[in-house]
């Protein structure tokens, strides 16, 4: 089973700030089959990338997916005060089918 | 527009049964994977199962095999997920997520708003 780390736990910035979010995997995963979601207090999870770069509908341009192999970023270019909340990477495999989340990094406003 | 709509919050005894549901609309339903997430107080998520509706093919997380039943009516666009005795340790949130329609791409683009399942004598 492929096991997702997520650094930082927690990462502390201010509006207008960059974010780089990470996610190692145990095992190579496939572009592909690698999305971000965010999640905020009291709301279902929102899908930001899927296929490891590509944003999903809606999602601003300021949020950016990249990586390969074990290591995969999210960036979120200029922090905006909605922004705050937890994020998520997940990762499929197959044969059997497995989809696996991180613990998830937590983004608060300093 | 896209939406799933998931049942009540539910309050339960441990040992009863419970099939809390998910109703999709505004898409194919039958032509979409449906997964099933569990969110424990104050933790993260959690994959549990998917169903594809066109054919009830069904797939479960090994750490939720025999725990749950994973089921879906085309007819009337909707999956369930049910147990037939609740243990404390089930309480949490659940939401049913569709995945995008791509082997290619296997992740979940719509979410329901959860369902709260509280376990407690």
């Known amino acids: 089973e492929i096991v997702l780390t997520q650094s930082p736990g927690t990462l502390s910035l201010s509006p207008g700030e960059r974010a780089t979010l990470s996610c190692r995997a145990s095992?190579?995963?496939?572009?592909?089959?690698l999305g971000w979601y965010q999640q905020k207090p009291g709301q279902a999870p929102r899908l930001l990338i899927f296929g490891a770069s590509s944003r999903a509908t809606g999602i601003p341009d300021r949020f950016s997916g990249s990586g390969s192999g074990t290591d995969f970023t999210l960036t979120i270019s200029r922090l905006e005060p909605e922004d705050f909340a937890i994020y998520y990477c997940?990762?499929?495999?197959?044969?059997?089918?497995?989809?696996?989340f991180g613990q998830g990094t937590k983004l608060e406003i300093k | 527009e896209v939406q799933l709509v998931q049942s009540g919050a539910e309050v339960k005894k441990p040992g009863e049964s419970l099939k809390i549901s998910c109703k999709g609309s505004g898409y194919s339903f039958a032509s979409y994977w449906i997964g099933w997430v569990r969110q424990m107080p104050g933790k993260g998520l959690e994959w549990m199962g998917i169903i594809y509706p066109g054919d009830s093919d069904t797939r479960y997380s090994p750490s939720f095999q025999g725990q749950v039943t994973i089921s879906a009516d085309k007819s009337i666009s909707t999956a369930y997920l049910q147990w037939s005795s609740l243990k404390a340790s089930d309480t949490a949130m659940y939401y049913c997520?569709?995945?995008?329609?791509?082997?290619?791409?296997?992740?979940?683009?719509?979410w329901g708003q959860g369902t709260l399942v509280t376990v407690s004598s």
């Open positions: 095992q190579s995963v496939s572009t592909n089959y």
């Open positions: 997940q990762q499929y495999a197959g044969s059997p089918p497995m989809y696996t």
């Open positions: 997520a569709r995945r995008i329609n791509s082997d290619r791409y296997p992740s979940f683009d719509y």
